[in-house]
């Protein structure tokens, strides 16, 4: 007899010599595709009913309030590896497709210096320019935090807006005082979000610089940077509302729409 050994709904082995199936990796199918008597087991993201949906954010009650934005890039010489893609440009190019009129942005790109692309502003156009130009700009090759930070920081002025900076870095600044750092940010009412991306980064220095409502991530690949930002944006200037569906392939999938359209 030919065949191969493979599994029922129940677990229970047999030859099968219709279909030749194999026991194979688990998948969110409520089936037991390994042959262990368990379904489903070490998968995080599984969901029962296709079209079922479980919301996690939501639009506000009014459209989306002012805010200025200002996204803290590190240029220096560890990115060629941790990053050699440019995918923490490419993703804020993205990111910029979503800003709103109400939305202002600019760029700082830093390494042993750190340079300002430009004033604030909600001119797309613009913005993807001082992406394109943050991207090329030569400041060195160490990693200043310090530098970046308050450089962003001095670029807010004191109006009723909302301000929030944006800080990704892969490296570690010994000189970096947070403690000085986070009161100049409070002090103009900033939030502050600080990406560490790769394992050289120091979590705990990077957690100590975030302030109002800020958070720190810790971003594990390059790949990650887009979904991140877009979670940060989404936080800070509410421009979408987001939710989680169960999909036919019985996974949970986030999706999302613009508010105010």
């Known amino acids: 007899t030919e065949g191969y050994?493979?599994?029922?709904?129940?677990?229970?082995?047999?030859?099968?010599?219709?279909?030749?199936?194999?026991?194979?990796?688990?998948?969110?199918d409520k089936l037991d595709n390994d042959c262990d008597r368990e379904t489903d087991e070490g998968l995080t993201n599984c969901c029962d009913s296709i079209g079922v949906q479980r919301?996690?954010?939501r639009c506000p009650d009014e459209c989306i309030p002012p805010y200025d934005l200002v996204f803290v890039i590190d240029n220096s010489g560890s990115m060629a590896s941790s990053d050699p893609q440019d995918i923490r440009?490419?993703?804020?190019?993205?990111?910029?497709?979503?800003?709103?009129?109400?939305?202002?942005?600019t760029v700082v790109a830093f390494a042993t210096s750190a340079q300002i692309q430009g004033p604030l502003t909600s001119a797309k156009e613009t913005l993807h320019s001082y992406v394109r130009t943050a991207q090329n700009a030569d400041v060195g090759?160490?990693?200043?935090?310090?530098?970046?930070?308050?450089?962003?920081?001095?670029?807010?002025?004191?109006?009723?807006?909302?301000?929030a900076i944006l800080l990704l870095?892969?490296?570690?600044?010994n000189y970096l005082n947070t403690a000085a750092v986070r009161s100049s940010a409070n002090e103009r009412s900033i939030d502050l979000?600080?990406?560490?991306?790769?394992?050289?980064?120091?979590?705990?220095?990077?957690?100590?610089t975030v302030t109002g409502s800020g958070q720190y991530y810790f971003v594990a690949q390059p790949a990650d940077i887009p979904g991140v930002y877009r979670n940060i944006f989404g936080s800070v200037s509410r421009s979408e509302e987001c939710w989680e569906e169960c999909m036919p392939d019985h996974t949970w999938q986030e999706q999302c729409r613009p508010c105010c359209e």
Request: proline share 1%; charged share 30%.
């Open 5 to 28: 050994i493979t599994c029922s709904l129940t677990g229970e082995q047999f030859c099968d010599q219709t279909e030749a199936k194999r026991p194979s990796s688990e998948i969110c």
């Open 169 to 173: 870095t892969d490296g570690e600044d």
């Open 193 to 208: 979000f600080a990406l560490g991306l790769g394992d050289g980064v120091n979590d705990d220095l990077l957690r100590d």
């Open 141 to 163: 090759g160490n990693t200043d935090i310090e530098e970046g930070l308050y450089t962003a920081i001095r670029i807010f002025s004191q109006d009723e807006r909302g301000r």
């Open 55 to 57: 919301r996690h954010r």
């Open 89 to 105: 440009y490419s993703g804020l190019h993205d990111l910029v497709d979503l800003f709103s009129e109400n939305t202002q942005g």
